[in-house]
C-alpha cells in the first residue's frame, strides 16, 4: 500500500526531473553533442533536432510535455508562419533564441548541423503552413516616409514632420493598420496639425491648430510572388473632412484615393517600392482632382545578417493636379531606416522631403517615424 502511494509520488518526479535534464540539456549543448551529419532532408533535420519542442506536427509541443515555461510557436498557423522571413528564422535556428530577443531555451544549432541542414529545417518549418494565399515576410519591405507598402500589416506608427519654411508647420500623424485574413488590411490615420498662416486680408500670421482630415482605408493584396519576388495591393482610402477647414487643417470636402502599390526584390540590389493613384475630389470647385506616383528604391543592411538593420532609401514623388495650367510637382526624399531593438520589430526612420520644382530651401519638410510591428511582440518586449 505504502510503496504503491510511493511510487505514484516518485514516478511522476522521476519524470519530472529526467524532463528538466533532457530540455536544459537539448538547450544548452545542442551545439556540442549531437551526431546528426548523415541528415539531409528537412524533415529528418526536424525530426532529430526540433521536434522534442516543436512537436511532431510543428505545432509546439504543450508546457505540460516540456519542462520550460516559455510557450512555443505553432508552425502550422499561417498567419504567424507566413509573417517571418525565412533568412531571420535561419539565423535564430543558428545562433539561438537570444538573438531575436526570444528565450535562451530556443537553441542555437550553428555547431551541430551544417548551413544546408538549417536551411532546410527552415523550409521544413515554413512549409507547416500549406496555404499560399498568406503572403510570405520577405515582402514586409522596410516603410517609405511617403510612398505606401503593398504588404498587409498590423502595426502603429507615429508619423512627425516640421516644416520651418515662410510659415511654419507641425504634424504629428497615428496611423494604425490592422490585417484581417491573408490578404486584407484596414486602416485609420489621424493627423494632428498646428501651423502658421495667412488670413485673407491680413498681412500678420495666425497660428490654427486641430486634428487634421482623418483618414480611413482599405487594402488587398492581389499578388505575393516568391518566384518573381513581386508583391502587388490595391487600396482605397476615404479622407473625411474633420480637420478645420478656416484654420487651413483641413480641405473641408470628402476625397477617395484609390492606388496601386507594388514592391519588387532586387537579389543583391535592395529593393524598389512603387505606388500610383489619384485623389478625386468630391468638390471639384473647392479642390481638384489630382494624380500621384511614387517610387521608392533602398537597400537594407545588418551586421553579419543578424545585427541590427539600417536600409537607407530614398523615394522620387511625382505629382499633378488634374487642370489644364497645372504642372507637375516634384519632390525627392532621401532618409534612412534603423531597426532598434533585438527582435527588430520596432522601428525609427528620418528624411526630408525636398522640393525638386519651385525648389525654396524653406519648404523642406523633415519627417520622421516610429513603427511598432506590434504581431511580432509587445513594445518593451525583445530588447
Ligand atoms: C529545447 C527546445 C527547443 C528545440 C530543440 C528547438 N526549439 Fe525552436 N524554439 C524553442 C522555444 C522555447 C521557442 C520560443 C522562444 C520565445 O518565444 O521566446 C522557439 C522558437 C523558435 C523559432 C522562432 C519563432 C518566432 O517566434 O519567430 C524558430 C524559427 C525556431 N524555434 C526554430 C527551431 C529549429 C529550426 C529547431 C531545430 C533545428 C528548433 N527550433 C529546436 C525551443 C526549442
Known amino acids: 500500500m505504502v510503496i504503491r502511494k510511493l511510487s505514484t509520488l516518485l514516478v511522476p518526479c522521476a519524470l519530472a526531473i529526467s524532463a528538466v535534464i533532457l530540455f536544459s540539456d537539448l538547450a544548452q549543448t545542442t551545439s556540442k553533442n549531437a551526431d546528426w551529419q548523415h541528415l539531409k532532408d528537412g524533415r529528418d533535420v526536424f525530426l532529430a533536432a526540433c521536434a522534442a519542442c516543436h512537436g511532431m506536427d510543428g505545432a509546439g509541443n504543450k508546457q505540460s510535455s516540456v519542462a520550460f515555461e516559455t510557450e512555443l510557436p505553432d508552425f502550422t498557423d499561417c498567419n504567424f508562419t507566413s509573417r517571418e522571413p525565412a533568412a531571420d528564422w535561419y539565423q535564430i535556428a543558428r545562433i539561438g533564441g537570444p538573438v531575436r530577443g526570444f528565450d535562451p531555451m530556443m537553441p542555437a544549432f550553428g555547431e551541430a548541423l551544417t548551413p544546408e541542414q538549417l536551411e532546410s529545417s527552415i523550409t521544413h518549418i515554413k512549409s507547416f503552413c500549406a496555404d499560399d494565399k498568406w503572403p510570405d515576410g520577405v515582402f514586409n519591405l522596410p516603410k517609405a516616409l511617403v510612398t505606401g507598402k503593398a504588404y498587409p500589416e498590423d502595426e502603429y506608427m ?12 507641425f504634424q504629428g500623424k497615428f496611423v494604425t493598420e490592422k490585417r484581417l485574413g491573408a490578404r486584407h488590411q484596414l ?14 486680408g491680413s498681412d500678420e500670421s495666425a497660428w490654427g491648430e486641430g486634428v487634421g482630415d482623418i483618414a480611413l482605408g482599405y487594402k488587398l493584396n492581389l499578388l505575393a510572388s516568391i518566384r518573381s519576388l513581386t508583391i502587388i495591393s490595391l487600396s482605397t482610402e476615404v479622407l473625411l473632412p474633420t480637420g478645420d477647414e478656416y484654420d487651413e487643417i483641413g480641405k473641408g470636402y470628402f476625397r477617395f484615393e484609390p492606388f496601386i502599390t507594388m514592391g519588387q526584390i532586387i537579389p543583391h540590389v535592395g529593393f524598389l517600392q512603387l505606388q500610383a493613384g489619384a485623389e478625386l475630389s468630391t468638390r471639384p470647385e473647392k479642390g481638384a482632382h489630382e494624380l500621384f506616383w511614387r517610387g521608392t528604391y533602398g537597400q537594407s ?5 543578424y545585427g541590427r538593420t539600417w536600409s537607407p532609401m530614398v523615394e522620387i514623388l511625382g505629382a499633378r493636379e488634374l487642370e489644364d495650367d497645372a504642372n507637375v510637382e516634384w519632390h525627392v526624399v532621401p532618409e534612412v531606416q534603423v531597426t532598434l531593438n533585438q527582435r527588430q520589430h520596432i522601428m525609427f526612420c528620418m528624411g526630408a522631403k525636398i522640393p525638386l520644382t519651385d525648389f525654396d530651401s524653406g519648404d523642406i519638410q523633415y519627417m520622421a517615424y516610429l513603427l511598432w510591428d506590434w504581431f511580432d511582440g509587445g513594445f518593451t518586449e525583445g530588447w
Open 301 to 305: 543592411f545588418s551586421k553579419d545578417g
Open 187 to 200: 486602416e485609420l490615420a489621424a493627423p494632428f496639425v498646428v501651423k502658421q498662416i495667412m488670413r485673407e
Open 158 to 169: 507615429f508619423l512627425f514632420s516640421f516644416t520651418p519654411g515662410g510659415l511654419t508647420e
